[in-house]
């Protein structure tokens, strides 16, 4: 690459002060709002049923080219693409309802005899439920993350994109940088899974957890390794003060697992993740002086120190690990089926007169997780454990109205929870800190998690409204196939291979950048390339999805 070229792309993401974070929650709303038209249309039309050409095009449309448009040409007035949305959706509303098997109740099953018929494997019964079902607003979230994720790598190098919305240098709050957290945040949600499914299976050992994490984190390593060596061998311009002379976002990713599962024994033990986030952000946070900051800000970057060059990629780690516990914390209270509308659930006691003194929390929940989904069992965390003679009201009434239950109301609180946090941290009554994304440091933390949390609501929301039946089937194909239409194709594939996704778009925009002087090109230009350029990725995530293929890295 030519050095004066190289020089100006580098001066072109450098010393940026980034911009509002109302700015951003308006653009980033668009994405919720292109999946409410999408619900919309699906809902009152079948439009994506079945998948044709016409429904993959719409699918692309809405929910790839809103979200580039709304970062790109429409960046200074969102409100105007949200109400080219909205518009839609009020039209679709005077639409009649198309029929749909979900406002069809199943007819009871009964034998010869008129007499009930006993349930067949396929039916679902509390015992036989998936603990753990696909939800489609989580889909939905994380798709929609992993395509302003890839958006935003190759728009950042066109003029098109604005410069507020790239990543700052020290301190603010800018797209780019929520976009780094939400990565960590939402890989965080789903982790979460297996540390669900060690609580009803039995908890794995340590080495063995340990060997997994290790798994997960070879192939991170070497695709940062070869970034490192493809970056300085082509001579690739590179912003140093995001992660330092050799680090890399792959290199951060490959030491969360392994982190995870030396901390894991303590995150069991505390009463939720997200006070775990916030206690080690707020002790990164006091360990962050003004020496400190001076330190990772301004001191040089000795040859021989090894430290010193890689200073942002190695303190940041501890942030952006608050942030992963923060996103597990939101993953252990929506990735577990909820328990019905009604509100009635099993009591959980904590007064068993036999309990050790030694005995693992951990499978006092692996039972209550159970319990949940057998409401023929009393008192699954208890009851079976105890000798103790019970008194008849409590033997005939073992349920109780408790607080309401749900993802819809955990996202609510930890939204609430989160927003509060950040609200007094940056502004009037708290200490005023600074966000700041090359520290990772406790306002960047609860910003990002406030931010992902509120995202993930919005979409609970459109699911809770609009499929209210969609974890009430008679049996498993019915829901699988409720789950499928409820689902965009196009946020499912980026979503299911979304890491590889999100290789091949580094791939796409290193290639990009060396074929064409992207910083030169006029906003027409820019935005034929960034459409064929997200059309390409959106086209290879729905055809490893058609060929059923997914790729673990």
Request: proline share 7%; net charge negative.
């Amino acid at each position: 690459m030519d050095p004066e070229y190289k020089a100006a792309k580098e001066a072109s993401v450098s010393l940026l002060g980034g911009g509002g974070m109302w700015e951003i929650n308006f653009v980033t709303s668009v994405a919720p709002v292109a999946v409410l038209l999408w619900t919309f249309l699906q809902t009152r039309q079948s439009f994506f049923t079945p998948y044709t050409v016409p429904a993959a095009l719409t699918d692309f449309l809405l929910n790839c080219c809103t979200i580039l448009f709304a970062t790109t040409m429409y960046s200074s007035a969102p409100q105007v693409l949200l109400g080219l949305l909205v518009l839609p959706v009020v039209a679709t509303l005077l639409q009649p309802k198309a029929a749909s098997e979900q406002s069809s109740k199943p007819k009871a099953k009964t034998d010869a005899n008129g007499k009930p018929a006993e349930a067949t494997a396929d039916e679902l019964t509390p015992d036989d439920q998936d603990p753990l079902p696909i939800k489609p607003f989580i889909t939905t979230y994380r798709g929609a993350m992993m395509v302003i994720t890839c958006i935003s790598i190759l728009a950042v190098d066109f003029p098109v994109f604005p410069r507020r919305f790239a990543k700052t240098e020290s301190f603010g709050t800018s797209l780019m940088d929520l976009g780094v957290g939400s990565f960590v945040f939402a890989a965080g949600t789903v982790a979460a899974r297996q540390q669900l499914k060690e609580k009803v299976t039995g908890i794995s050992s340590f080495v063995a957890r340990f060997k997994t994490a290790m798994r997960h984190s070879l192939p991170l390593i070497i695709l940062g390794l070869a970034r490192l060596y493809t970056v300085k061998g082509l001579d690739y311009p590179e912003h140093v003060s995001e992660y330092g002379v050799h680090w890399n976002f792959f290199f951060t990713l490959a030491l969360l697992p392994p982190a995870i599962a030396i901390l894991l024994p303590i995150l069991r033990f505390s009463p939720a993740y997200g006070l775990v986030a916030l206690i080690i952000g707020i002790c990164y946070e006091t360990a962050l002086t003004p020496d400190m900051k001076s330190y990772l800000i301004l001191a040089p970057r000795h040859p021989d120190d090894w430290l010193s060059q890689n200073r942002e990629g190695v303190y940041s780690f501890i942030g952006y690990l608050a942030i992963f516990i923060a996103g597990m914390g939101i993953g252990t209270g929506i990735l577990p089926r909820d328990p019905e509308w009604g509100l009635v659930i099993p009591v959980r006691r904590s007064d068993k007169k036999d309990k050790k003194e030694n005995d693992d929390p951990l499978d006092e929940d692996a039972e209550w997780l159970a319990s949940v989904l057998d409401h023929s069992a009393p008192d699954a965390a208890g009851a079976a454990s105890t000798t103790t003679a019970k008194p008849a009201e409590e033997e005939e009434n073992p349920f109780k109205f408790e607080y309401p239950q749900g993802a819809f109301f955990f996202l609510l609180k930890w939204s609430f929870i989160w927003f509060i946090l950040t609200v007094w941290l940056v502004w009037t009554y708290g200490p005023q800190l600074f966000v700041s994304r090359r520290m990772a440091n406790l306002p960047y933390v609860a910003w990002v998690s406030a931010f992902n949390t509120t995202q993930l609501f919005a979409f609970c929301i459109i699911e809770w409204l609009m499929f209210p039946d969609l974890y009430k089937a008679p049996d498993r194909q019915t829901e699988a196939r409720r789950i499928q239409n409820a689902t965009s194709k196009v946020l499912h594939a980026f979503n299911r291979n979304g890491l590889a996704l999100f290789l091949l778009a580094n791939l796409l925009t290193g290639g990009i950048n060396m074929s064409v002087k992207t910083l030169y090109m006029d906003d027409i230009s820019a935005m034929v390339v960034l459409v064929g350029y997200i059309g390409v990725l959106c086209a290879t995530a729905l055809m490893l999805d058609h060929y059923d293929i997914s790729i673990k890295l």
